[in-house]
């Protein structure tokens, strides 16, 4: 006997959930239901969960006092099932949770904050009808294995997020990392270096036009100021162990979350290198290709 169906509300809220595995009910809302009512997504949202194709569950808000709470949701093995009939796609390769997250697991966190980024980038593109998302692959779908001319074994680099944007002349390609502040920095340092070593390999020509710019969106302005300094340091002694290049291999920009999803066009980067107080926006600075002659989707939102 074959799964229900679901509507094209419910479809849409499940496939979301596969792409970008946890969301709140208002993320939800504006990337499913921007031309409908915030009850209208509570009643959809509700509906799937009595149907027990995802998970619910709390996530406190405000701070030590505590605060009010809001539903996140997970796709659930019945909702795996569902989504692979109506999108041909594997089960096996559908992500889920057997059971309900719990809201103070790290992994949960970090996957919000990464899709509070794309619910404020697609908020700003609503505004900005010259700029569109063409892509934005969210962990666990994010990994990219490669092995380097004559190497035996594979290697891998993981962003938290893959994008592209395209305005008018260019697309930008962005490897987004989100740090939350809870990793060593060392875990950072030998991020940057398995990027560099992604570059150096050359495997990423297969993929993309141009080498992503890695960003770094970080919790604090304090945070990211000194993660850029940090990440300077590392492309400096990379690209000195192995070439003088005139320019960084890898362009490495930080910004903090605040920012970010109040503006993330604007002025908010600071670059790891170039002068101290430098400030870059996403659409003006780092890799970026000319814009093919004609428009493709890119198995973006």
Not at 40 to 63: D, P, W
Not at 91 to 98: A, L, R, Y
Not at 129 to 158: E, F, K, M, N, T
Not at 285 to 290: D, I, K, L, Q
Request: proline content about 7%; some cysteine; charged content about 20%.
């Amino acid at each position: 006997m074959h799964a229900q169906r679901p509507l094209t509300r419910q479809h849409s809220v499940l496939r979301m959930l596969y792409l970008h595995r946890y969301l709140a009910v208002d993320q939800i809302a504006t990337l499913v239901f921007a031309t409908a009512s915030r009850r209208a997504c509570q009643a959809c949202c509700t509906t799937l969960h009595r149907k027990g194709f995802v998970h619910r569950f709390e996530l406190a808000r405000g701070g030590l006092g505590g605060g009010r709470s809001s539903y996140v949701y997970a796709l659930a093995p019945a909702g795996a099932q569902v989504l692979a009939q109506a999108d041909n796609i594997p089960v096996v390769d559908i992500p889920v949770d057997p059971d309900a997250p719990t809201a103070q697991s790290v992994f949960v966190h970090h996957q919000l904050a990464a899709n509070r980024c794309l619910v404020a980038v697609t908020r700003a593109i609503r505004q900005r009808p010259r700029i569109r998302l063409c892509q934005w692959i969210s962990d666990p779908h994010s990994r990219l294995r490669y092995r380097p001319d004559g190497a035996r074994s594979w290697r891998s680099v993981h962003p938290d997020v893959i994008a592209m944007l395209r305005d008018a002349d260019f697309d930008h390609w962005t490897f987004l990392e989100i740090d939350r502040g809870t990793q060593p920095l060392a875990r950072y340092v030998a991020k940057i270096r398995r990027y560099a070593r992604f570059q150096r390999s050359k495997a990423w020509m297969s993929h993309y036009p141009v080498f992503p710019a890695l960003r770094v969106v970080s919790v604090s302005a304090r945070r990211a100021a000194g993660m850029a300094e940090l990440a300077a340091d590392v492309i400096d002694q990379v690209d000195y162990d192995v070439y003088w290049a005139r320019r960084p291999s890898v362009y490495v920009a930080a910004t903090a979350e605040p920012e970010l999803l109040a503006d993330p066009f604007g002025e908010i980067w600071r670059p790891a290198a170039g002068p101290r107080d430098a400030r870059h926006a996403w659409l003006h600075e780092g890799p970026s290709a000319p814009a093919p002659m004609e428009s493709a989707g890119a198995g973006g939102t």
